[in-house]
Nanobody
Framework: VQLQASGGGLVQSGGSLRLSCAASGRTFSSYAVGWFRQAPGKEREFVAAISWSGSDTFYADSVKGRFTISRDKAKNTVYLQMNSLKPEDTAVYYC??????????????????WGQGTQVTVSS
């Protein structure tokens, strides 16, 4: 499965962005999908994940209450709605997928398929 992340950009602190992760090659309706991010000079970190059904979601403490992950199976797309953005949210955001139902991985090494990343920059 090929993943394409999009939706990044430059936004002021307190603003919102919605990232999209579109799949091609095969349907990933049976795949768990996660979002990770990597800031300059830092390791890639977990942000959010969603189960294949969409019924289970998981978030890093740093984004809980501000970010929402969701999926549209008809569009073969997973979204990350990011509200109340902070400068510390600045990073390249990556989506990843893995067919490990019913498990929802929150660790980078548990995902085999990755998108190319989209830059999110939050100015203060």
């Amino acid at each position: 499965v090929q993943l394409q992340a999009s939706g990044g950009g430059l936004v002021q602190s307190g603003g919102s962005l919605r990232l999209s992760c579109a799949a091609s090659g095969r349907t990933f309706s049976s795949y768990a999908v996660g979002w990770f991010r990597q800031a300059p000079g830092k390791e890639r970190e977990f942000v959010a994940a969603i189960s294949w059904s969409g019924s289970d979601t998981f978030y890093a403490d740093s984004v809980k209450g501000r970010f929402t992950i969701s999926r549209d199976k008809a569009k073969n797309t997973v979204y990350l709605q990011m509200n109340s953005l902070k400068p510390e949210d600045t990073a390249v955001y990556y989506c990843a997928a893995e067919n490990v139902s019913p498990v929802v991985p929150t660790v980078m090494d548990e995902y085999a398929y990755w998108g190319q990343g989209t830059q999110v920059t939050v100015s203060s």
